[in-house]
């Protein structure tokens, strides 16, 4: 096991959970937070952290070489839309990245930051590799049982959400009543529940999926207290998650939140 790990930290808790549990093992970690992303508070658990902006391609390669850094994590959501905003800075060595890639999904980017990491002798290693507790096991996990609509909706909605996520659009849908109410794209998921609501009102069915051929070095899907409380606030009635594959961060408090809400929880 490596003793000294980089980590290129997105947006959420994500980050810090993978930090804390790094560090309670004993591993010293080298955070590269993003500006427009990473919480400040990442740095009470860390070594050590550099910052720099989401476009940054060629200061990030030099703080790796610079911190000898040969195993990396990226753990959080980096919002890629952020590299089609004017007013972010774009260095060269970005720019002729992004110029040279078929397309710019998600996982072209941030597949393509990584092939160059690993050209450049630093391994990326799968962003759960000390978070397998996080991971839930198939079943429903709060006392609020789903009925038979909610279910008939996660089964209608799971098949769906996978085609979606295997043309690497989104990972998330949002149904009701067999109906498919938003995709989430490239705003997050946060935005297409919102924008869902809006048609479906109360009682809709929030479905988040991996992709089919999901790489965990990056990218996992990721739920937690800050989900609930937007699934309270528009008053859904379940959030179905995909089981071993999505992260809960502060899973305790998850389900107590969800519980108090009346709303189930369900890994499939």
Not at 55 to 67: P, S
Request: proline residues 2%; glycine residues 8%; aromatic residues 4%.
């Amino acid at each position: 096991m490596v003793d000294r790990i980089g980590l290129i930290a997105g947006n959420g808790r994500f980050p810090i959970i993978f930090a804390e549990s790094a560090r309670e093992k004993g591993i010293e970690v080298v955070a590269i937070g993003i500006n427009e992303e990473t919480s400040r508070e990442l740095e009470k658990f860390v070594s050590k952290i550099y910052w720099l902006g989401v476009g940054e391609l060629e200061k990030l390669l030099k703080i790796l070489k610079e911190e000898n850094i040969r195993s990396i994590v990226m753990a959080g959501q980096v919002r890629h839309k952020l590299l089609f905003d004017k007013d972010i800075k774009i260095d060269q060595r970005m720019q002729f990245l992004l110029g040279n890639l078929r397309n710019k999904k998600t996982d072209s980017i941030i597949g393509s930051v990584a092939r160059l990491l690993e050209f450049k002798g630093i391994k990326v290693l799968s962003s759960i590799i000390f978070l397998s507790d996080y991971l839930p096991q198939k079943g429903i996990l709060t006392k609020t049982l789903p009925d038979q609509r909610i279910l008939k909706d996660i089964d209608f909605g799971r098949k769906i959400a996978k085609t979606i996520a295997g043309l690497d659009i989104g990972q998330s849908i949002i149904v009701k009543e067999k109906s498919v109410l938003a995709v989430e794209s490239i705003e997050g998921t946060d935005e297409a529940i919102k924008r869902a609501a809006k048609y479906g009102n109360e009682g809709i069915v929030v479905i988040k999926v991996t992709k089919p051929s999901q790489d965990m070095r990056f990218d996992v899907p990721v739920v937690g207290p800050d989900t609930i409380k937007l699934l309270q606030e528009v008053k859904a009635a379940c959030l179905a998650i995909e089981a071993k594959k999505t992260l809960i961060i502060d899973k305790e408090e998850t389900v107590k939140l969800a519980d108090e809400a009346g709303i189930s929880i369900v890994a499939c």
